[in-house]
């Protein structure tokens, strides 16, 4: 059983054949059950969640869980307050096959799904992009959107200004004309992407913010209570999901759908029905593209099993 470190894991990840590999691997589909989710109490008043993302694919003979320990107390010991672990196995015969970084696997194909849905979604012009957030998967970015569309333009957005600036710098290292954004508003969003990784828990992006053709891409919220755009973005525009989960667990829908400013019909695909060319994505240079994701075990799985033929056969 190899054991697979995170500065391996990334390595084993390029951006550009990651994005390939997620494309092949939903429009093929796989078996994905609902995750586990359990509560953890062993200090009084400072519970953990363990999360358990199964997935497995009998056409590639792999399957693999990740776990994900969330403990938000943990800053008090000065540790992470997640940690996540990946574990791949043959399928046929559920023999481990390597122990690999989950935080790796998790950040690089959060990235890569992106991007993909940006092959889809964004203009194929597409030089300019804004990014919400400068934690482990927004710095990711505009990497990973290199691959698919011409990005030198990056504006880097952060409630944390120091760490908006420490990105900025980094993205100019490598090549971007980057700079940092200390507010949101009509000015700074016109680009033509517009992507969140945030955890905000109240809108960023509003309505009124985005000009005609951008694309927004919102990945951060997971959860019900939390939102990275208003319901407005989703008025009239073209609204696609990476799966049916997102509607079920995603406040930045449930709130629109609520309020009746979209209904569940009325999005236009998921992921796998892109990748399957059952709907064409983007129809024209003004359209607002809106793709709201939660992230599926399908993606970790995918990128798992290409880190483990990387290292395997070195």
């Known amino acids: 059983m190899l054991n697979i470190d995170a500065p391996t894991t990334r390595a084993s990840l390029p951006f550009d054949r990651l994005v390939t590999v997620l494309k092949d691997a939903f429009a093929s589909g796989c078996e994905v059950p609902l995750r586990h989710n359990h509560m953890v109490t062993v200090a009084p008043g400072e519970p953990g969640t363990l999360l358990l993302m199964p997935a497995w694919n009998a056409a590639s003979g792999y399957m693999g869980v990740k776990t994900v320990c969330v403990y938000p107390g943990n800053h008090r010991r000065k540790l992470p307050g997640l940690y996540s672990t990946y574990i791949l196995y043959r399928a046929e015969t559920g023999k481990p096959l390597a122990l690999i970084d989950g935080n790796e696997i998790?950040?690089?194909?959060?990235?890569?799904?992106?991007?993909?849905?940006?092959?889809f979604l964004s203009r194929?012009?597409?030089?300019?992009?804004?990014?919400l957030g400068a934690g482990r998967v927004a710095s990711l970015l505009p990497?990973?959107?290199?691959?698919?569309?011409?990005?030198?333009?990056?504006?880097?957005?952060?409630?944390?200004?120091?760490?908006?600036?420490?990105?900025?710098?980094?993205l100019c290292a490598d090549g971007f004309d980057a700079h940092v954004v200390d507010r949101l508003d009509a000015e700074t969003c016109a680009v033509d992407i517009v992507s969140a990784a945030t955890l905000s828990a109240e809108p960023l992006i509003?309505?009124?913010?985005?000009?005609?053709?951008?694309?927004?891409?919102?990945?951060?919220?997971?959860?019900?209570?939390?939102?990275e755009a208003d319901d407005a973005c989703f008025d009239g525009t073209s609204v696609?999901?990476?799966?049916?989960?997102?509607?079920?667990?995603?406040?930045?829908?449930?709130?629109?759908?609520?309020?009746?400013?979209?209904?569940?019909?009325?999005?236009?695909?998921?992921?796998?029905g892109l990748c399957r060319a059952g709907h064409a994505g983007r129809c024209s240079a003004q359209e607002i593209t809106v793709f709201k994701a939660v992230g599926t075990a399908l993606e970790d799985l995918a990128a798992a099993a290409m880190c483990f033929e990387a290292v395997a056969n070195h």
């Open 106 to 119: 998790t950040s690089r194909r959060t990235a890569a799904a992106s991007a993909l849905a940006a092959c």
């Open 124 to 131: 194929k012009d597409a030089t300019s992009m804004l990014v």
């Open 143 to 170: 990497y990973a959107y290199r691959t698919v569309r011409p990005i030198r333009r990056v504006g880097v957005w952060d409630i944390n200004a120091d760490q908006a600036h420490r990105l900025a710098a980094h």
């Open 206 to 227: 509003r309505r009124e913010y985005l000009r005609p053709g951008t694309h927004v891409d919102l990945i951060g919220g997971f959860t019900p209570a939390m939102r």
């Open 240 to 272: 696609f999901v990476d799966t049916d989960e997102a509607v079920c667990k995603a406040g930045d829908l449930l709130s629109p759908i609520a309020n009746g400013v979209i209904a569940r019909e009325d999005i236009r695909s998921d992921l796998a």
